[in-house]
């Protein structure tokens, strides 16, 4: 039978780029979701990086990621009458997704106390640096501010160095992945109960959730993560190829026996194969220098590609460095319809990846771009019944 996931909830977005991805992916698992923008239309349409789109006009290629398949309605909140109109639109909606703080939502009566008055069934998501309670709900935050503040940043890089943080908004997509799966399970649990819930997202809560290399056990023996740079240990790591970099973790016995056969077979270096290199990798630490440099010379021999299907078909671990152009031509996500073409209606047809997550059924896909307040008439007539006569009143006097 034919399905989409969320089709029939609608979904209120507030959020600025902390939170965009996740009213774009509850869009691509077929909620129908609202951006309210200011008239005029969101800071979030000048996002970087900018691009110049096919009639010449310059266009943040962020947005046009992050609205695909939303819809857009243009409310002035800080009056009477669009905040009216707000109010309406949320006792018919679902979820409301919100990335301001605690403080500023209060004073603008959009927190969850004030929404939750006129819809006890509202699923309010928010998505901030610190989360909504505690000593540092009012701290201001970003993406690079998330991954210091998790513990993460000092753990990358090279030991000499400054820490390094991940680029593309990595911080930002891990809590919008965290409000998405809260949501779709507040969803299910108001299915039981008809009551709405508060789902309260931190960046830093979310960051420091999606790795290893910051945990309890460093403070309690009393020291921290030190940085190690593109080297974990012997044949562990980044090594060259002849057109970039391949990652290497053969961390058990038995995937360190199978790379020690390759670099016996292929560079006559039979010393690899010996029992004093055999074992847990603590065996191998004292001659990382030794095995780093075998490895090297062997990595070097290949492309990239041809070192990761070699590797993987020995059974060790192993992936491609990959620049972004790479992924275009990845044969794996080929196979699995990792890019599809959509049509983003006046910018276009775009090839772009595919929604995260994949359904059968009606709903999975991304629809166009919208202009600024292109479904006023839709929404605010359609849904709440606004009269036409009323709607242009209220555009020539700026409230839409």
Known sequence: MSIALLKGFRVI???????????????DLGAEVVMVEPPGGSPARSVPPLVAGPDGEVISAHFV?????KRSVTLDLAGDEGYGLFRDLVAVSDVVLVTAGTDELRERRLDYESLRRLNE???YASVTAFGSSGPRRSWRGSDLVAWASSGIMVSIGDEDRRPVAPGGGLAYAAGSLNAVAATVLALRSRA???RGQQIDISLQEAVLSVTMDTGPFFPLEGGSQARVGARRGPAQGHFPARDGFVELLPYMPGQWDSLAEWISEDLGIHEATMDVFKGSIMARAPFGELINGWVEQLSSRYTKQEFF???QRRGIPCGPVNEPVDLLSDPQLEAVGGWVEQ???GLGSL???????RFSGEGMGTGAVPAVGEHNDAVLGGVLGVQPERLDLLRRSGCI
């Open 192 to 194: 039981r109960t008809g």
């Open 13 to 27: 977005d507030l959020a600025g780029e902390p939170g965009a991805q996740a009213g774009r992916i509850l869009s």
């Open 65 to 69: 990621y992050m609205a695909a398949g």
């Open 351 to 357: 090839r772009w990846p595919r929604p995260p997550l």
């Open 343 to 345: 049509d983003l209606g």
């Open 121 to 123: 069934g509202i699923v």
């Open 309 to 311: 299907v070699e590797a």
